[in-house]
């Protein structure tokens, strides 16, 4: 019998322990595996199924539609209609290039939107739509869908775009949108994530620009399912955004589209306002051009046009643009005095031609000058030398705070890009900005509206207004917000004597109606319709004593730009004032020859509210005008943009 080996027994005890101790840490740890996973799948599940969810499931934005914008009749001049584009998928297209054949084969294709298309490609991802063609036609995208079968990774889209149906009439005022750039983006502190999407679009300048909060709207959202590389598999849910609002400006499409069109040729500015509320009738800048060529992004080729034009039609002259406002500015040193009560109607001042000051003379438009001069007839001669004796008598304290008053020198709030400030100067702007003293050289300048004063087109038509009604005017744009009338800025009196400004509007209604005031020819004949105004020739050049001597040389015979700018402001009807006017004509030359004419026009357009009759000019004017409205009627929109001629 065997007796069994002490080492065997000991080293299989050993093995025994050994296994128990090796099986205890194995159930140990499947029993932590075990609490870990009932951890994470029970007590953590909610967590992690949010977290799963989240990089499965996108949120993205649903751009909204922009608001649209409307004249005070209803007439859209901002509007958004389907844009058709075409969109190719790199990864389900396989051979681009062959895809691009084939695609040019049914529509034209682009050469600098390919190659824009491509560099597109390179560096985005392959299931990521690009645009091909953009803004294609109904016709182009009828004949894609159809042969879709034989274009692989091509989808026709349709969505909303921007378009101006008065093209020009309107640039200056409503602006135009475009493609957000990085500039844009820099300017904001904190931009909208709406601004970010691909191809979205804001305004630029205008209407469009500065209302772009109200016109922009509210996005919407989508959830859609992507898979592990981004790719979107599915929409889960949708919520559509809110529209951005609508406006109504207090713009007339017809008087605006009428001016424009009457301004065609010249380098110009007119503004029309409502005497009584300040609602701006018209806004009107000449040459302009077609916003649309913005929308998507204007050509080398057509900016540089544009640039290059020495009419500058992308400048808003009516609003940016400061003239030195000429004798339209007499009115101010003659409301002035007769407040100061340092002339009266009765009060008469010698002109020959000239008046010294400081061993400096100061020369009369009338060389060999006017005589004796009271306030009315130096309104309506429009003699120089009168309001520079009364000038030096009132001062520039005086005058300026008066010209202040009636709207010279005031930035107004409008929704409009670059307003003017202008220039109403005095003792301490010289002081300050040109670090000299005030002298009394400067003070005859000013007061027929030469010199440091600048105004522009819209602060003449407001300074008009004001004369004509005797209240603090401020021109107001917007007219409605989502049909909600804006509020309409309350208009309190000047505290101006009424009969110095009665004294004034006479001297206004005889620069019109006597026959030697400077603007007669241009006169209204229709009773109830006549018109009170003023000319203006402001200087752009210094004359010579040698000039002077010799005979100044006549604006026709300079260069276009060293001619002087005409200028005419006027109210009407005179008996009860319903709007103003103002108008500036580049290097026009007279104020009475190429300016009141045009303001005449404008006048009798906006009270008749379309074309006035022959019997409302002088006998000599109607065959002319007869064959300006003629032509007028040929270039002239319909309410949808529509025009006959634009020859």
Request: with cysteine; proline share 6%.
């Amino acid at each position: 019998m065997r007796r069994p080996n002490p080492d065997a027994a000991e080293s299989h005890a050993k093995i025994t322990r050994r296994s128990l101790l090796l099986g205890g840490v194995q159930l140990g740890f499947i029993g932590m595996l075990g609490m870990r996973m009932r951890y994470l799948q029970v007590e953590k599940a909610d967590e992690f199924r949010l977290l799963a969810e989240e990089n499965r499931v996108n949120i993205r934005l649903i751009p909204p539609a922009r608001g649209e914008i409307f004249d005070r009749n209803g007439v859209p001049l901002a509007q958004n209609e389907p844009s058709y584009r075409i969109t190719m998928v790199r990864e389900d297209a396989g051979d681009v290039e062959q895809v691009f054949h084939r695609l040019s084969n049914l529509i034209e294709l682009d050469p600098d939107a390919l190659d824009r298309a491509r560099a597109e490609m390179r560096r985005s991802a392959p299931f990521l739509p690009v645009t091909i063609a953009d803004r294609v036609s109904w016709e182009e995208m009828s004949r894609v869908s159809v042969n879709t079968p034989a274009l692989p990774g091509i989808t026709p889209e349709v969505g909303l775009s921007r378009i101006y149906p008065m093209q020009e009439d309107f640039a200056h005022v409503v602006g135009y949108v475009g493609p957000v750039s990085d500039y844009d983006l820099s300017k904001l502190e904190d931009p909208d994530p709406l601004l970010r999407i691909p191809r979205f679009q804001l305004g630029k300048v205008g209407v469009e620009a500065k209302r772009e909060d109200a016109l922009r709207g509210k996005a919407g959202t989508k959830r859609v399912e992507v898979n592990a590389v981004g790719r979107v598999m599915r929409e889960l849910s949708r919520r559509e955004g809110v529209q951005g609002a609508d406006l109504q400006l207090t713009i007339d499409q017809r008087l605006q589209s009428y001016i424009q069109a009457r301004l065609e040729g010249e380098s110009a500015a007119a503004v029309v306002i409502d005497c009584q509320n300040g609602d701006l009738l018209a806004v009107n800048s000449a040459p302009s051009f077609d916003p649309n060529l913005f929308v998507k992004g204007i050509s080398v080729a057509d900016y540089r046009a544009l640039t290059d034009n020495k009419y500058r039609p992308l400048a808003a002259k009516s609003i940016q643009g400061t003239y030195p406002p000429g004798s339209t500015f007499k009115m101010v040193t003659a409301l002035a005095a007769l407040e100061e009560g340092i002339v009266s109607a009765d009060d008469t001042v010698y002109c020959p031609g000239h008046l010294e000051v400081s061993d400096r003379r100061f020369h009369c438009w009338k060389r060999a000058g006017h005589g004796n001069m009271s306030l009315q007839t130096a309104l309506r001669e429009s003699c120089d030398v009168y309001f520079y004796q009364v000038a030096l008598e009132l001062g520039i304290d005086k005058l300026s705070a008066m010209a202040a008053r009636l709207g010279l020198g005031a930035k107004f709030d409008l929704p409009l890009s670059g307003l003017a400030k202008g220039l109403n100067p005095s003792r301490e702007w010289k002081e300050s900005v040109r670090g000299s003293d005030w002298v009394p050289g400067d003070t005859v300048n000013a007061s027929i509206g030469q010199g440091f004063v600048l105004a522009s087109p819209l602060q003449l038509a407001v300074m008009t207004a004001r004369l004509a009604s005797g209240l603090d005017i401020v021109p107001r744009l917007v007219k409605s917000v989502n049909g909600v009338e804006a509020a309409t800025p309350q208009a309190n009196s000047l505290g101006l004597n009424e009969n110095h400004l009665r004294q004034i509007r006479q001297g206004m209604f005889a620069v019109s109606n006597h026959k030697r005031g400077t603007a007669y020819r241009s006169r209204i004949l229709e009773d109830g319709f006549r018109m009170a105004g003023k000319t203006g020739t402001s200087q752009v050049r210094n004359i010579t004593a040698a000039e002077r001597a010799q005979g100044v040389t006549k604006n026709k015979d300079l260069p276009w730009e060293r001619r002087d700018h005409a200028l005419f402001v006027n109210f009407a009807p005179v008996d009860d004032p319903k709007i103003a006017v103002a108008i500036v004509v580049e290097h026009g030359g007279g104020g009475s020859t190429a300016a009141a004419p045009i303001a005449r026009d404008i006048t009798l357009q906006a009270l008749h509210q379309g074309e006035p009759p022959l019997a409302a000019y002088p006998r000599r004017d109607r065959g002319k005008i007869e064959q300006q409205q003629e032509r007028l009627r040929r270039i002239l929109p319909d309410r949808h943009g529509n025009r006959q001629d634009r020859a």
